[in-house]
């Protein structure tokens, strides 16, 4: 495609998607599309990868292929290719899908490839949006109150306070467009919630929030059990910490339900008692079902991009896709550049 027709299709598709990245793809990503086809009517998608495999596909999901226009590629980045290696790969499934973000032919991408040249490829081909020095990756997680969006996750190690009020911009505007909350509140993570408490840029980037257009919404310092208590819609940390609470929490739920599962199923009376309990547990499980919280999203850059897990099932990858629309429709872009001109983070 010529740099002219790119500029008389700019945003001819809503999303771009790596049809062959994660470890069931590409059956899974088309059959994530089926039902997107639903949730989204008219929704126009670029879905990039081997031709040979995906036609027979969409033959047997016809909702799919009503809503998909595949752009043929059979080179693909393996889970455990590392980014280095990636930026060199010419063509792959997933450069591809950045690729048209960048130039415009599409506002977003989502695959469930590797998630390390997914981030290396964003920031080399999409860039980070003018303001903005680092991306972070962001995720919705489950509370006592409801959901809440957690940043950084993982792709920035080490912050300095500005960075933190960025993220904090960003996780405003995330929260907005896909929890859909007018005026989230905002907390950093913290040792204590005391003013005192912390390093140097943790009490630099507080003062800036406590002066800034964000200050009705911030909260102040939060700790560690703050985070499942939902006393925030939005906490904001750095990469290194933000990804050791992550996978901490993602161990104590597979830790409680292993608990329950031990509980229940041994005896008689354990037996008798997961009769009474079985339909709170069921509410608690759809409640808790990772699939609803599949999508951490790279934010900060000039399009949407977002990762899904790489072992998704087909209704995770479509909510995976969900999170890009939300994102999209509801001006998160447009959010992040409002919120950054609006504070001082000198």
């Known amino acids: 495609?010529?740099?002219?027709?790119?500029?008389?299709?700019?945003?001819?598709?809503?999303?771009?998607?790596?049809?062959?990245?994660?470890?069931?793809?590409?059956?899974?990503?088309v059959k994530g599309l089926?039902?997107?086809?639903?949730?989204?009517?008219?929704?126009?998608?670029?879905?990039?990868?081997?031709?040979k495999k995906l036609s027979p596909l969409l033959e047997s999901y016809s909702r799919a292929a009503g809503i998909c226009q595949i752009q043929h590629t059979?080179?693909?980045?393996?889970?455990?290719?590392?980014?280095?290696?990636?930026?060199?790969?010419?063509?792959?499934?997933?450069?591809?899908?950045?690729?048209?973000?960048?130039?415009?032919?599409?506002?977003?991408?989502?695959?469930?490839?590797?998630?390390?040249?997914?981030?290396?490829?964003?920031?080399?081909?999409?860039?980070?949006?003018?303001?903005?020095a680092r991306p972070a990756m962001a995720a919705i997680a489950p509370t006592a109150k409801g959901d809440a969006v957690m940043l950084d996750l993982g792709a920035n190690v080490s912050c300095d306070s500005r960075n933190l009020v960025d993220f904090a911009i960003m996780g405003n505007a995330f929260a907005k467009a896909v929890l859909g909350l007018p005026k989230p509140t905002i907390g950093l993570l913290n040792v204590g919630?005391?003013?005192?408490?912390?390093?140097?840029?943790?009490?630099?980037?507080?003062?800036?929030?406590?002066?800034?257009?964000?200050?009705d919404q911030f909260y102040g310092f939060v700790e560690g059990h703050d985070i499942t208590a939902g006393t925030t819609n939005v906490v904001v940390t750095d990469g290194f910490t933000g990804n050791i609470a992550l996978k901490?929490?993602?161990?104590?739920?597979?830790?409680?339900?292993?608990?329950?599962?031990?509980?229940?199923?041994?005896?008689?009376?354990?037996k008798l008692g997961y009769l009474f309990v079985r339909p709170g547990l069921e509410r608690m499980r759809e409640w808790l079902d990772p699939g609803r919280y599949n999508g951490a999203t790279f934010i900060g850059l000039n399009g949407v991009v977002v990762k899904s897990h790489g072992s998704a099932?087909?209704?995770?990858?479509?909510?995976?896709?969900?999170?890009?629309?939300?994102?999209?429709?509801?001006?998160?872009?447009?959010?992040?550049?409002?919120?950054?001109?609006?504070?001082?983070?000198?």
């Open 1 to 29: 495609m010529t740099a002219q027709s790119d500029i008389q299709n700019q945003n001819q598709y809503d999303l771009a998607i790596d049809a062959m990245g994660g470890d069931y793809a590409p059956e899974i990503v």
């Open 34 to 51: 089926e039902i997107t086809a639903i949730r989204h009517p008219g929704i126009k998608i670029l879905l990039i990868g081997d031709e």
């Open 74 to 132: 059979d080179i693909f980045i393996p889970m455990e290719m590392k980014p280095t290696v990636a930026l060199k790969l010419k063509n792959s499934s997933m450069r591809m899908a950045m690729e048209s973000v960048a130039s415009k032919q599409s506002k977003g991408v989502v695959s469930a490839g590797n998630s390390g040249a997914m981030l290396a490829l964003a920031q080399v081909i999409i860039k980070t949006m003018p303001g903005i």
């Open 193 to 215: 919630s005391e003013e005192l408490k912390g390093d140097e840029r943790l009490r630099g980037a507080a003062e800036v929030l406590r002066n800034s257009s964000l200050s």
């Open 248 to 270: 901490t929490g993602e161990g104590a739920f597979k830790l409680v339900f292993k608990l329950l599962k031990q509980i229940y199923g041994s005896g008689i009376r354990g």
């Open 313 to 346: 099932d087909e209704e995770s990858f479509a909510y995976a896709i969900d999170v890009a629309m939300d994102m999209i429709k509801f001006g998160f872009y447009e959010e992040i550049l409002t919120g950054l001109s609006q504070v001082n983070r000198q």
